[in-house]
C-alpha cells in the first residue's frame, strides 16, 4: 500500500499522463524504422554494415540525437534538433530586437513567436533535409540500386518527408508537456538514447569476447559512468537559498504577519540544456558539412576539422556550454524581474540594500554558473576522452559518456519532480522516503 509506484497509477490524472506519455514515445520509436520513400532498405543496411569497422564518428554523432534514425534514413532522421536549432535562434533575436522582445510580452505575443519559430523550423528542415539527399546521392555511387526511384523525384519527396517528420516530432513533444508528463522535447531526447543503450551493450560485449577491448579498461569506464552519474545527481540536486524577509502588510481588511522564505538558486540553474544547445548549434553545421562534403571541398575540410574526436570542435563545444548556461539562466532566472518582485511584495535580503537586489543576485549567479558550466563541460568530454585512451569505439562512447548521462540523469530528475508534485497535489505521499526530489526548474 505505501509503495510509490502504486501510488502512480493509484492517481487517475497521473495514470491517464503516464499512459498517454507512454504511447507517444512508442509513436517516436516506431517511426524511426519507417524509411523515406525510394530508399532500398537492405542494401543501406549492407552499406552502413561495412562502415562498422572503419567507424563513422560524425554518423554515430547524428545517430546519438536522432535515437538511431539517421542511419536509417527514416521520416525522423532529423530528429528534434532543427526545432531546438530555431529555439535557440530566436531566444537571441529577441535579445537583439527589442521589437520582438516587445512582441512577447504582449497579450498573444507568445503565439505569434511560437508561429515564427514553427516557420523557421520549416526553414531549417528544408536546408538539413536537403543535405541529407545529397549525402544519400554520395552513397548511391558506391552502392548500386540504394535508390529506386530518380535523384530529383527522391529530392522533393525526402525534404518533404523529413520535413514533416520532424514537424510532427515537435507536435508530438508539445502534446507530451501539456498532457504527459515531463518536458517534450526532452523525453524524445531522452527516448532515443535509452533505445539505443541495450545494442551499445551487445556491441560492447561482443568486441570484449573478440580480444579488440580489454576487461580491465572496460570494468574502469564503467566504475568511471557510475561515479559521473553521482555527481551529476548530486550537482543536479545542488542549491544555493537566499534568504528573503518580507515585512507585515495589509491586505483588505486583513493583516499578513511577518514571512521569511529562500530563492533556490541551483547550482546548475540552467540543468541540461546548454549542452542540448550546444550540441544542436555543432550538429547543424556538421550535418550539412558532413553529407555535401564530398561534392565541395571546402565544406569536406570543415567536415574534417569539425569531426567530433577533433580538438577544434571539443573547445567550441566546452565553449558554447558555457555560454549557454549563462544565456539560458539570464532568460530563465533575470536578476531584474526577481528583484522587482521582490520590492513588489514588501520583501528585502538581510544586509542588502533595496535598490542593490539586482547586483547582488546577478553576482551570486555568476559565481554559481561558472563552476557550474565548467563541470558540465567537463562531464561533456568525457566521451572523447574515452576513446582517446580506452580505444572505445564511437557509437559506444556517446551513449556511454558524459553528453548522454547528463541528459538521462537531468531528465529523469525533471520527470520524477514532476510526477512526486502531482503525488503529493493528490495527497499521497512522494516518490522519496526521505528527501525531496527537485527539478531543474524553480
Not at 390 to 413: A, C, N, Q, R
Request: charged share 15%; with cysteine.
Amino acid at each position: 500500500m505505501a509503495n510509490p509506484l502504486i501510488g502512480i497509477f493509484r492517481v487517475k490524472e497521473l495514470r491517464e499522463r503516464i499512459t498517454f506519455t507512454a504511447l507517444m514515445l512508442v509513436v517516436f520509436r516506431l517511426g524511426a524504422f519507417i524509411p523515406i520513400p525510394g530508399v532500398n532498405v537492405r542494401e543501406l543496411n549492407a552499406y552502413f554494415l561495412s562502415q562498422q569497422n572503419t567507424g563513422n564518428a560524425i554518423i554515430d554523432y547524428l545517430d546519438f540525437f536522432a535515437g538511431g534514425a539517421f542511419s536509417n534514413f527514416s521520416i525522423f532522421m532529423l530528429g528534434i534538433m532543427p526545432y531546438i536549432s530555431m529555439s535557440i535562434i530566436m531566444q537571441l533575436l529577441l535579445i537583439v530586437f527589442p521589437k520582438l522582445k516587445k512582441l512577447s510580452q504582449e497579450e498573444g505575443g507568445k503565439k505569434k513567436i511560437q508561429m515564427y519559430q514553427r516557420i523557421g523550423t520549416v526553414g531549417v528542415c528544408l536546408i538539413q533535409s536537403f543535405a541529407v539527399t545529397q549525402y544519400a546521392q554520395s552513397i548511391s555511387r558506391q552502392v548500386d540500386n540504394l535508390l529506386s526511384i530518380p535523384m530529383l523525384q527522391f529530392t522533393l519527396i525526402a525534404m518533404l518527408t523529413v520535413t514533416t517528420g520532424t514537424m510532427f516530432l515537435m507536435w508530438i513533444g508539445e502534446q507530451i508537456t501539456q498532457r504527459g508528463v515531463g518536458n517534450g522535447i526532452s523525453l524524445l531526447i531522452f527516448a532515443g538514447i535509452v533505445a539505443r543503450l541495450p545494442r551499445a551493450l551487445w556491441e560492447l560485449w561482443g568486441k570484449v569476447k573478440a580480444g579488440d577491448l580489454n576487461l580491465v579498461f572496460v570494468v574502469v569506464v564503467f566504475v568511471m559512468f557510475v561515479a559521473v552519474v553521482a555527481l551529476v545527481v548530486f550537482e543536479q540536486q545542488g542549491q544555493r537559498k537566499i534568504q528573503v524577509n518580507y515585512a507585515k502588510r495589509v491586505v483588505g481588511r486583513r493583516m499578513y504577519g511577518a514571512q521569511n522564505t529562500y530563492i533556490p538558486f541551483k547550482i546548475n540553474p540552467s540543468g541540461v540544456i546548454p549542452v542540448i544547445f550546444a550540441s544542436s548549434i555543432l550538429t547543424f553545421p556538421l550535418q550539412i558539412a558532413s553529407t555535401i562534403g564530398g561534392n565541395v571541398p571546402w565544406l569536406a575540410e570543415v567536415s574534417r576539422v569539425l569531426t567530433p574526436r577533433g580538438t577544434v570542435y571539443n573547445i567550441l563545444y566546452v565553449l558554447l556550454i558555457i555560454f549557454f548556461a549563462y544565456f539560458y539562466t539570464q532568460v530563465s532566472l533575470n536578476p531584474i524581474e526577481i528583484a522587482k518582485n521582490i520590492r513588489e511584495n514588501g520583501g528585502s535580503i538581510p544586509g542588502i540594500r533595496s535598490e542593490r537586489i539586482e547586483e547582488y543576485l546577478t553576482r551570486i549567479l555568476n559565481r554559481i554558473v561558472l563552476p557550474g558550466s565548467i563541470y558540465l563541460s567537463f562531464i561533456a568530454v568525457i566521451p572523447t576522452f574515452i576513446q582517446w585512451a580506452f580505444k572505445f569505439p564511437s557509437s559506444i562512447s556517446y551513449l556511454l559518456g558524459g553528453t548522454s548521462l547528463l541528459i538521462l540523469v537531468g531528465v529523469d530528475l525533471d520527470t520524477m519532480s514532476q510526477i512526486e508534485g502531482l503525488l503529493k497535489m493528490h495527497h499521497h505521499e512522494g516518490l522519496t522516503r526521505k528527501g525531496r526530489l527537485r527539478g531543474r526548474n524553480l
